[in-house]
């Protein structure tokens, strides 16, 4: 479970040019049995297809402490009202949303209610580690990255929260 955001202009382009290549190595591939070697090669096809749709104009974010928006004191909630009775993210929202993400500091987020305290004190001495601050770090410039793209292009951000 995640948020999934999709550059409008850029996603229509991604699906034109994708999904009916992806479609067919579906389809292919569906002719054989699982257990098949002619079923795995056609596999491949329908996960290189599936990387290709969703290699640009793309953004994924867990809900959970893996997630970029816990550590940034953020919420996928505060973005649900922002977006319109489309699911779009417009221009302005997007600016809103980008100086959010770009303010924020990192924190370790609070422990959720289904995690245990031993994960819970694992993940505490995991935040410390250089390795995991420069994962959060890369994670929002990506997210940074992709609202730029977006304002630039004056797109909407289509938005499954």
């Known amino acids: 479970m995640g948020a999934e955001l999709f550059i409008e202009e850029i ?69 649900v009202s922002m977006v319109d009775e489309n699911a779009r993210l417009k221009t302005k929202n997007l600016k809103k949303l980008r100086e959010m993400v770009a303010n924020a ?3 370790l987020p609070r422990r959720p209610k289904w995690m245990d305290m031993h994960q819970w004190l694992n993940l505490k001495a995991n935040n410390k580690s250089p390795e995991w601050r420069a994962y959060i770090e890369k994670r929002r410039k990506g997210l940074l990255k992709f609202l730029d793209t977006a304002i630039h292009l004056k797109s909407p951000v289509l938005c499954s929260l």
């Open 11 to 79: 996603r229509q382009t991604q699906e034109k040019k994708y999904w009916p290549p992806f479609n067919e190595a579906v389809r292919k591939r569906d002719q054989f049995p699982e257990t098949s070697e002619k079923w795995a090669i056609e596999q491949k096809k329908v996960e290189k297809y599936h990387e290709l749709l969703y290699s640009r104009g793309y953004f994924r974010d867990p809900y959970f402490v893996d997630g970029i928006f816990p550590w940034l004191g953020l919420s996928w909630d505060e973005v």
């Open 105 to 107: 500091k990192v924190s």
